[in-house]
């Protein structure tokens, strides 16, 4: 199931290419994924989204400086935003979970 999730993260990057930002934005963009991991707080969550629309979402609040980690359940399509850390994700048994962990717009 991990695997799963490895394929995911890297099937949303080549995605995430094809979105209509200009490509200096996604070339800055860093996000690491995490399998069975959810968020211990969030300031909002989304419900119906796709992994990739849930990605979106955080890397447009991270610009902003409102989102470091969005969590994201493939079986309830639910998006969970949230200025957490890494250090602040919590283990889950829950093999449909996992986070992003938006790492910011690198120079």
């Known amino acids: 199931m991990f695997f799963y999730f490895e394929l995911i993260a890297t099937v949303v990057v080549v995605i995430l290419a094809a979105v ?10 860093k996000a ?3 399998g069975r991991k959810t ?3 969030s300031y909002r969550t ?13 890397y447009n609040e991270g610009k902003l400086g409102r989102c470091t980690v969005a969590g994201y359940n493939r079986a309830t399509q639910t998006c969970r935003l ?3 850390s890494s250090h602040d994700v919590e283990d889950t048994a829950d093999a449909s979970s996992g986070v992003f962990v938006y790492e910011g717009i690198l120079e």
Request: glycine share 0%.
């Open 20 to 29: 209509p930002y200009s490509q200096a934005d996604f070339q800055q963009f």
């Open 32 to 34: 690491t994924f995490v």
């Open 39 to 41: 968020v211990s707080t």
């Open 46 to 58: 989304l419900e119906r989204l796709s992994i990739v629309q849930c990605v979106e979402k955080c």
């Open 82 to 84: 949230s200025m957490d």
